[in-house]
C-alpha cells in the first residue's frame, strides 16, 4: 500500500511562477502509473506565466477559488469541482481572480518532465 501526506512535500515555485507540490510521480515514488499528480495554488490576483508541455496532456481539477484559464486563443472562468484537459502544446496560464489563495490539482500525462515544459518568452515571473 502506498500512502503520501502533501503536508510532507516540498513546495517549490514552478517554472510558471505556481506554487508547487509534486506530490505523485512514478519515477520518484516507484508507482506503476503513466501520470503524475502536483498540487498547485496561486496568490490572489497574479496569473502564471504563458507555457506549454509539448508532448504531454494535462488535466486541472480546480479544488478552490475561481479562475481565468487561457488555452490557446480560448478564455474561460473557472471554479471549485471544474476539470480542464488542456491538449499537447498548447499555450496556458491560469489567473487567480478571485480573493483567496487558488488551488488545483494538474495531472499530467505522460508524467511531467523538465524538457517537455516550455515557458513561453515575453512574460515577466509574477510577484507572488
Not at 13 to 32: C, T, Y
Not at 113 to 128: L, M
Request: proline letters at 5%.
Amino acid at each position: 500500500m502506498f500512502i503520501k501526506n502533501v503536508k510532507n512535500v516540498e513546495e517549490i515555485i514552478a517554472g510558471d511562477g505556481s506554487f508547487l507540490k509534486e506530490v505523485l510521480h512514478p519515477l520518484k515514488d516507484n508507482v506503476d502509473i503513466n501520470y503524475s499528480i502536483a498540487l498547485a495554488k496561486v496568490k490572489p490576483k497574479q496569473t502564471t506565466l504563458k507555457h506549454k508541455l509539448k508532448t504531454s496532456s494535462e488535466v486541472y481539477f480546480m479544488l478552490k477559488g475561481k479562475a481565468k484559464m487561457y488555452i490557446d486563443n480560448e478564455t474561460k472562468i473557472v471554479e471549485e469541482g471544474d476539470i480542464i484537459y488542456i491538449p499537447p502544446s498548447s499555450i496556458q496560464r491560469i489567473e487567480n481572480v478571485g480573493e483567496e489563495e487558488l488551488i488545483f490539482l494538474c495531472i499530467v500525462s505522460p508524467p511531467w518532465r523538465k524538457e517537455d515544459e516550455e515557458i513561453i518568452q515575453g512574460d515577466e515571473i509574477p510577484s507572488q
